[in-house]
């Protein structure tokens, strides 16, 4: 895995790849993230609002929110 990393690296041109930032209501249970952090939707959240990747989003099976589809 660790040579394939390297390879991909020296292909791309030693850039990371670009990750896109989400927004999340950190409440116990969020399931919807955000793409702005000035979202209505996120102005309800009670909870601190987190960022993490688009990745990372996917990965919990959290859905995209209404008030930006
Ligand atoms: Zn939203």
Redesign the pocket.
Same mark, same amino acid.
């Given at each position: 895995m660790k040579t394939f990393l390297l390879f991909f690296v020296l292909l791309t041109g030693n850039r990371p790849p670009i990750k896109t930032v989400v927004y999340l209501c950190d409440s116990t249970n969020p399931k =919807?993230y955000?793409? =702005?952090n000035d &979202?209505?939707?996120?102005s309800r959240c009670t909870h601190h609002i987190i960022e993490i990747t688009l990745e990372v989003a996917k990965k919990r099976k959290l859905e995209l &929110?209404k008030?930006?589809q």
């Amino acid at each position: 895995m660790k040579t394939f990393l390297l390879f991909f690296v020296l292909l791309t041109g030693n850039r990371p790849p670009i990750k896109t930032v989400v927004y999340l209501c950190d409440s116990t249970n969020p399931k =919807k993230y955000h793409l =702005k952090n000035d &979202c209505r939707g996120l102005s309800r959240c009670t909870h601190h609002i987190i960022e993490i990747t688009l990745e990372v989003a996917k990965k919990r099976k959290l859905e995209l &929110c209404k008030l930006e589809q």
